[in-house]
C-alpha cells in the first residue's frame, strides 16, 4: 500500500457527493469527479469529464491508459445515499480509523474501489499497456442511475471487459435481478355511496386488478426459475396502495404501487406488456380509465457472457465460484455496451446504506492484489481470443 492511498481516500470521503430522488437532498458529484480526474491525469491516464445533460454539476469519468480494441474497465459510482448523520458514531464526511476498519460515508459503497483501483494502476506507463485500462466513475447510480444510462446513450466506454466494484466481500457476482417499479392508476366516478349505480368505484376495480396481478406472480414463478438465486423465482410485490377520500363517497381514483424483481432472460417490456394485457379488459369492463406508468426507470437484469474469459480469471484469483446477487447495480448498463462484465468489490453489501459504514483494513490489500492480477491479465498481456462468449471490443 502506497502512503497515497489513505489521504485519497480521505479526500474522496471529505466530498459530499450524495444522490436523491429528493430534491432537498440532491447534490452533485463534480468534487469526486474532479479529484479522480487530477490524480489520474498525473498519472499519465487520458480524462475525459462528461457532465450529465440536464444536471451540468453532475458527470461521469472515463480515464484511459493506453490504447487498444480490448481492454479493461474498473467501473465505480461515486455518488452515495442520503446521510443522518445523528446516527453516526463519528461524522460521516471524516475518515476515521478504528477497530482495523476505515469509517465513513462511500468507505464501502463504493469510493474505496475507485481509490484502490487507482491504487493498483500506480506506476503503470502507457507505452507498456498491450490493451488499455479503463477507470471509470459514474453518477447517481443510488438514485436513477443517470450516469449509466448516459454512458448508453453516447455509447462509451469501448473495452471487452469490466469490473463493477460494489460490495461482494470479493467475491464474483456474475448475474444479479433487475428491478422495475411501477404504479397503475385507475380512475372512475365519484358518488354518493348509498347507491353504487351513481358511480364507478376504482377500488372495486382495483380489487380485481391486484387479484389478477396475484395469478400473474404465481405463473411468472412457474415459467421463469434460476437456481442459481438465493430466491429462484422472478418476484412481484405489491408495496403500497392510495385511494378514496371518505367512506359514504364512492372511490373515484385507485392507485397502487409496486416492484417486480426480473431474473435473467426477463425484460421490463415483456412485462409491462403482460401487465397490460391482464389489467386492460378489467378496465374497460367497468368503464374505469387505467393509467400505468413506471415510478422510476428500471434496470435490467444482469448475466456475464457465458464462457466469460473475465468471469474464470476473477475465480482464478479470487478461489471463489461465482454467485448471484439480488439487488442491482450498473452492469447491466455496461453489457449493453457490449462490454463482458462481472461485480466484484471489497466490503460487505449488508454495511451499505447503514450508519458507521465501513471497510476492513484487510481487505485493501487483497484488492488491490486482485485488480494488479486482473490488470496484468486483460491489459499487459495481448488480447484472449474471444470463445464464442458474446464478448466485443466495442459496442458490438
Known amino acids: 500500500m502506497s502512503q497515497l492511498l489513505v489521504p485519497a481516500l480521505r479526500q474522496l470521503i471529505a466530498a459530499s457527493s450524495i444522490s436523491s430522488t429528493r430534491p432537498e437532498y440532491d447534490q452533485g458529484n463534480r468534487a469526486v469527479i474532479d479529484l479522480l480526474a487530477n490524480w489520474l491525469n498525473d498519472m499519465g491516464f487520458a480524462c475525459e469529464i462528461i457532465p450529465l445533460p440536464d444536471a451540468p454539476h453532475k458527470a461521469n469519468l472515463i480515464a484511459t491508459l493506453g490504447k487498444g480494441s480490448g481492454g479493461l474497465v474498473l467501473s465505480g459510482h461515486t455518488d452515495t445515499v442520503p446521510c443522518d448523520d445523528t446516527l453516526w458514531s ?16 462511500g468507505t464501502c459503497d463504493m469510493k474505496s474501489f475507485l481509490a484502490l483501483a487507482i491504487e493498483a494502476a500506480r506506476g503503470l506507463k502507457a507505452e507498456e499497456m498491450k490493451q488499455p485500462l479503463i477507470i471509470l466513475a459514474t453518477a447517481d447510480e443510488e438514485s436513477t442511475m443517470a450516469g449509466a444510462r448516459e454512458l448508453t446513450r453516447i455509447q462509451q466506454p469501448k473495452a471487452r471487459y469490466a469490473v463493477v466494484g460494489e460490495p461482494t466481500g470479493l467475491t464474483p457476482l456474475s448475474m444479479h435481478k433487475g428491478i422495475m417499479m411501477e404504479r397503475i392508476t385507475l380512475t372512475g366516478q365519484s358518488g354518493h355511496s348509498s347507491n ?8 372495486d376495480a382495483m380489487h380485481k386488478v391486484i387479484s389478477e396481478l396475484m395469478v400473474l406472480r404465481e405463473e411468472w414463478k412457474e415459467q421463469y426459475q434460476n437456481p442459481g438465486f438465493t430466491v429462484p423465482t422472478p418476484t412481484l410485490n405489491l408495496g403500497c396502495i392510495h385511494g378514496g377520500d371518505n367512506p359514504n363517497r364512492i372511490c373515484e381514483t385507485c392507485a397502487l404501487e409496486f416492484d417486480v424483481r426480473m431474473l435473467p432472460g426477463m425484460d421490463s417490456e415483456t412485462i409491462r406488456a403482460a401487465v397490460r394485457q391482464r389489467v386492460k379488459p378489467i378496465t374497460d369492463a367497468n368503464g374505469i380509465i387505467f393509467e400505468f406508468a413506471p415510478i422510476t426507470p428500471e434496470v435490467e437484469p444482469f448475466a456475464s457472457h457465458e464462457g466469460s474469459e473475465l468471469v474464470n480469471a476473477c475465480e482464478r484469483l479470487t478461489g471463489h465460484t461465482s454467485t448471484s446477487a439480488a439487488f442491482a447495480t450498473e452492469a447491466p448498463f455496461l453489457n449493453q455496451l457490449g462490454i463482458d462484465t462481472i461485480v466484484l468489490g471489497p466490503g460487505d453489501i449488508a454495511q451499505a446504506h447503514q450508519p458507521d459504514e465501513f471497510l476492513a483494513l484487510d481487505t485493501i490489500q487483497p484488492t488491490v492484489d486482485l485488480l494488479k492480477g486482473l490488470i496484468q491479465s486483460f491489459c499487459l498481456q495481448d488480447a484472449p481470443e474471444t470463445k464464442g462468449n458474446g464478448a466485443s471490443n466495442g459496442n458490438g
Do not use: I
Not at 463519528?90 to 460515508?105: A, I, K, S
Not at 353504487?196 to 377500488?203: D, E, F, I, K, Q
Open 196 to 203: 353504487p349505480a351513481l358511480g364507478r368505484n376504482a377500488m
Open 90 to 105: 463519528q461524522d460521516p464526511w471524516t475518515l476515521t480509523e478504528r477497530d482495523n476498519r476505515f469509517y465513513g460515508l
